[in-house]
Antibody
Framework: EVQLLESGGGLVQPGGSLRLSCAAS????????ITWVRQAPGKGLEWVSA????????YYADSVKGRFTISRDNSKNTVYLQMSSLGADDSAVYYC??????????????WGQGTLVTVSS | DIQMTQSPSSLSASVGDRVTITCRAS??????LAWYQQKPGKVPKLLIY???TLQSGVPSRFSGSGSGTDFTLTISSLQPEDVATYYC?????????FGPGTKVDIK
């Protein structure tokens, strides 16, 4: 059974940093891209970042470019999202999703349950 | 960047009704279009990819069509469990933009 489990969310002050993790199981992890999608409270879905299966290719939304870094450790079946210079607009539930086709050209067939990030003083 | 719009933003229909949601891209995206369903308080679920291919396990009352800039998601006979927000997403190239969503409820 495919499973994705996010962790690392929480309350952080404006300007602070946080690292999210997405632990995967039930599939050959290194052959799939993984994407982070976020959803602010009561709002729609926003694509954030994606990484290819081997980690060579990464992609970012303009809203997070230069502040967020996506990476993966295929020996641990885990993808990370390092977030810095956080602002109120970054407050959201962050989902990781298994990505079909390719990191920069894919859709999402399995999603994790999400982890909540709240940026507030 | 290519913008995605959806119409209507919300709709209310009766059980058994045929429901159609439209998604429009500001530029052509071939058939690189997916549809997701998000029930209240739940995780998004993939319904359709490649504009018209039904994801495994999705009821056949859901269907998708379109190519280029104009796409539709149709629910042939609305069921109570279909109450949800539906999002389209283009995936031909980054940024992989979602539409703003269409909220569907039962009249």
């Amino acid at each position: 059974e495919v499973q994705l489990l996010e962790s690392g969310g929480g309350l952080v002050q404006p300007g602070g940093s946080l690292r999210l993790s997405c632990a995967a199981s039930g599939f050959t992890f290194s052959t799939y891209a993984i994407t982070w999608v976020r959803q602010a409270p009561g709002k729609g879905l926003e694509w954030v970042s994606a990484i290819s299966g081997n980690g060579d290719n990464t992609y970012y939304a303009d809203s997070v470019k230069g502040r967020f870094t996506i990476s993966r450790d295929n020996s641990k079946n885990t993808v990370y999202l390092q977030m810095s210079s956080l602002g109120a607009d970054d407050s959201a539930v962050y989902y990781c999703a298994r990505t079909r086709v390719a990191a920069g050209r894919g859709y999402y067939d399995y999603w994790g349950q999400g982890t909540l990030v709240t940026v507030s003083s | 960047d290519i913008q995605m719009t959806q119409s209507p933003s919300s709709l209310s229909a009766s059980v058994g009704d045929r429901v159609t949601i439209t998604c429009r891209a500001s530029q052509g995206i071939s058939n690189y279009l997916a549809w997701y369903q998000q029930k209240p308080g739940k995780v998004p679920k993939l319904l359709i990819y490649a504009a018209s291919t039904l994801q495994s396990g999705v009821p056949s009352r859901f269907s998708g069509s379109g190519s280029g800039t104009d796409f539709t998601l149709t629910i042939s006979s609305l069921q109570p469990e279909d109450v949800a927000t539906y999002y389209c997403q283009k995936y031909n190239s980054v940024p992989l933009t979602f539409g703003p969503g269409t909220k569907v409820d039962i009249k």
